[in-house]
């Protein structure tokens, strides 16, 4: 088995924080890192990439005039892989304490 990594960037529209909420929202968006998502249990047999990404997007893509996240890279990886925030923590703290968010997904194999 493998895990299936999401990985995603998020804005912010700082435009936004002194709009009164009337006319266009003014535009200054600026890019604030991404987070990792991963899959456990994913095995290519079971749903394409883009079938899971159907089903599991809603879960953490937003669009709105203040926040941004969306999906930038996907990627199929070994079930002990570790992404580099997590390498990080370990190096430095010994631990993980932040691990990748780990999404359910209906119909894989447990």
Not at 53 to 62: C, K, N, P
Request: glycine content about 10%.
């Amino acid at each position: 088995m493998s895990k299936l990594l999401i990985t995603t960037q998020v804005q912010e529209n700082y435009g936004a924080h002194d709009w009164d909420g009337t006319g266009s929202c003014p535009q200054y968006w600026k890019m604030k890192g991404g987070n990792d998502y991963v899959i456990r249990n994913y095995d290519q047999g079971d749903q394409g990439v883009g079938a899971i990404l159907a089903q599991v997007r809603g879960r953490f893509e937003e669009d709105t005039a203040y926040f941004r996240e969306y999906i930038i890279g996907t990627e199929i990886v070994a079930d002990d892989y570790l992404t580099e925030f997590e390498k990080s923590q370990l190096e430095y703290e010994g631990k993980i304490t932040y691990p990748a968010r780990e999404i359910l997904v209906d119909n894989l194999a447990a």
